[in-house]
């Protein structure tokens, strides 16, 4: 395990529900970060936190809003999504933001929007 | 434009056998190439991690190799088992401090068969 976990594994929501994802690091990190991962894509930044601060968003819909209430904890609250928003959603962690850190990686929550 | 693209996007090979993955790059400036390693359901793990000046970086039966004047690496995996089935993924950092620019391959799915 890489001492990053995420909850729930699999989701399946409809379209007007509300959902949240669960992310943890046991690591000490001071960085988090949200991926989409696609099928034959590449790996989508979604949010980068840095000390539970925000420090970047790329252009993200609103339908996904994050919240970081500690530096260990990171989730990602999902309402009103779209079927293209089906994909593994990945957390990671790393010592410090910037690229130069390696990222530890969740095993991923599964989400499938009907 | 900074992209990292892989070859090939699959493979299939026979247990025992060796291959090699490979990397192109285009990102600049060039602060480190990682290779992950995707199990399916998980997330990406860490193989290795390569800087400018490293030539050649090893972790069991994984060798990694980096060109920083072409701007390639390869991933060498030797003597294959069937536990290395998964997805490899190059991710390259962009070389400005404070930036998040992890810039990821679309991977290269590989299969051992017994």
């Known amino acids: 395990e890489t001492g990053v976990t995420q909850t729930p594994r699999h989701l399946v929501m409809g379209m007007t529900n509300k959902k949240s994802l669960k992310c943890e690091q046991h690591?000490?990190?001071?960085?988090m970060y949200w991926y989409k991962q696609s099928a034959k894509k590449p790996l989508e930044l979604m949010f980068v936190?840095?000390?539970?601060?925000?420090?970047e968003n790329n252009s993200v819909p609103s339908r996904f809003s994050p919240e970081c209430p500690n530096s260990s904890h990171l989730f990602l609250h999902l309402h009103t999504l779209q079927p293209e928003d089906s994909a593994l959603y990945l957390c990671?962690?790393?010592?410090?933001?910037?690229?130069?850190?390696?990222?530890?990686f969740g095993p991923g929550t599964r989400l499938t929007v009907l | 434009k900074n992209q990292v693209e892989q070859s090939p996007q699959s493979l299939i090979i026979l247990e025992g056998k060796n291959c090699t993955l490979q990397?192109?790059?285009?990102?600049?400036?060039?602060?480190?190439l990682r290779w992950y390693k995707q199990d399916t359901g998980r997330g990406p793990v860490s193989l290795t991690i390569?800087?400018?000046?490293?030539n050649t970086k090893s972790n069991g039966r994984y060798t990694a190799t980096l060109d920083a004047d072409t701007k390639q690496s390869s991933l060498h995996i030797t003597a294959s088992q069937l536990s290395d089935s998964a997805s490899y993924i190059c991710?390259?950092?962009?070389?400005?401090?404070?930036?998040?620019?992890?810039?990821f391959g679309t991977g290269t799915r590989l299969k051992v068969l017994a």
């Open positions: 936190y840095s000390l539970e601060e925000r420090v």
């Open positions: 390569m800087t400018f000046s490293e």
């Open positions: 990671a962690s790393s010592p410090a933001s910037g690229g130069r850190s390696e990222q530890f």
């Open positions: 991710v390259v950092s962009e070389g400005h401090s404070g930036t998040y620019k992890y810039i």
């Open positions: 990397c192109n790059y285009t990102v600049s400036p060039f602060s480190n």
């Open positions: 690591l000490g990190h001071n960085a």
